[in-house]
């Protein structure tokens, strides 16, 4: 019986949250460039999956989204839902907010541990965890034909490398498995959402 | 010997012409943005073999043209054929179109089939064949810096689903293999050509 | 004991001076179109690293990059390079342009000889170097949404295509392994060398 039909654990019903927000990121940014229901759908789906596809075929392991529908429905209700409460998206700003960081810890948690299982090294896994978050955005910006905004502003992508490295220590100090990624995914959010409340940003290179 | 010494078959002049139709596309447009003969071959080779290469991509086989070097011999005869006919290419946009269609129409069957016959489920194929037959022209639009034209016109990447869930009804009915990939690509051809015909597209996402 | 502890040979001091040169030509690039720290990183590793991380893809290995993270260290110092030294920069052009093709014409043979060692054609081999040496650069460009530079300017894939040719050449002639990468890498380097001081160009393909 596949599991949409099964009563879901919380990891899936976060993981379904950080799915839907991701989606509607994506479409969103699309519907500002006169997207048709198509486009803008691939493009919520580069955000939901994308981080996640990279990863697994840098890993060589089927990429997850292929064996389990639910990513791909939960990206179309994401398109329903922008189509039908296209009005009141702007007032749900902070909700939306809360649950995209949601799945930015999640998925950069479940990068990280997915690549230590595949046993290589732990640097290789804080990489593949920060690409599971945030180059889905990357694919995104590219198919709208903008500059990559992880790039630009933001601290996004650190928040995930940060998390990376806070799972790391941990591990090295031998705390439980499903602790430390708790207090990491944790982390990724609170830094975060610190860096968008204080306008915390990385320094912009200068050029020549 | 080579495939190309020995009397091809119909599948195999269709796939001729399929790729031949891509590449031509994707010199076109690089043509526009002033691409010299590199780039221009490179956009070519990006439409002719790009969606098939991402499929293989994601279904961990060897990339197609890396076996049989035809679809890149395609590709740079295609590149002669617009250095040398160039003017006359403006007369032969209704050729252009019904071989790019045909093109279309192939790719997303060769993609469904081969996904099927690996085992995976049919939704999954049904992706995998509007890969093959859309994500190339995604890749040139990239590269030629635009957003990508499937995303805001013409019924293009959604004659593939419709194709491909016809591919399906049939299938699930039974119909023998060989029948249920010509009439599915035959309502891919006719679908998309309607869809040109009557100008028939997608709502654009309204934003907010 | 990993590499770099030990003493580098004289192949791994040219692969660490091309990759520091990749890296400076990306990480100079993001720095002029306002990139921050991380997205100028991000950039300078997509030229390092980029080629050789789609060729591995294709060629269904693991990327080079995971299992010894020099490459990642390496662009990192030339972050900190172009961070310090940014204003000398302009000074060492022509100290970047030959470090640039000693990468290119290294990135080519070395992705060549371990296309042939998986005991694929000697055509894709020629291809796969090419990318090798190539794809990184085009990776960035589509980061900070430019067209493609190689695709409109340059003797620089081709240069990579005569490298290939020649290595192929010697290969048939039965010379040693090891004189026909030196002397096809050689050859990159002074086709490059020669197109540049000559501004020597590819035909631009003209529009209908």
Not at 1 to 24: D, H, W
Not at 62 to 80: D, H, K, R, V
């Amino acid at each position: 019986m596949p599991t949409i039909f099964q009563i879901p654990t919380f990891i899936q019903i976060l993981e379904f949250i950080g799915t839907f927000a991701f989606a509607i990121s994506g479409i969103r940014l699309a519907s500002a460039k006169q997207f048709d229901w198509f486009g803008a759908y691939v493009a919520g789906v580069a955000v939901a999956i994308g981080g996640g596809t990279i990863r697994d075929v840098l890993l060589d392991v089927t990429p997850f989204w292929m064996t389990n529908p639910i990513y791909l429905i939960c990206s179309a209700l994401a398109l329903l839902w922008v189509i039908f409460f296209r009005k009141h998206l702007i007032h749900m700003h902070n909700t939306f907010f809360i649950f995209d960081s949601i799945g930015l810890a999640l998925f950069t948690v479940v990068g990280i541990s997915k690549t230590i299982d595949l046993g290589y090294a732990f640097w290789v896994a804080i990489i593949m965890g920060t690409m599971t978050g945030a180059a889905g955005g990357v694919i995104r910006d590219v198919f709208i034909n903008e500059i990559p905004l992880i790039f630009r502003k933001e601290i996004y992508a650190m928040a995930c490398v940060i998390g990376g490295v806070i799972y790391w220590g941990l591990d090295r100090l031998g705390v439980d498995a499903a602790l430390t990624q708790v207090i990491s995914g944790c982390c990724i959010f609170v830094v975060r959402a610190l860096a968008v409340k204080y306008q915390i940003c990385l320094p912009i290179l200068k050029g020549e």
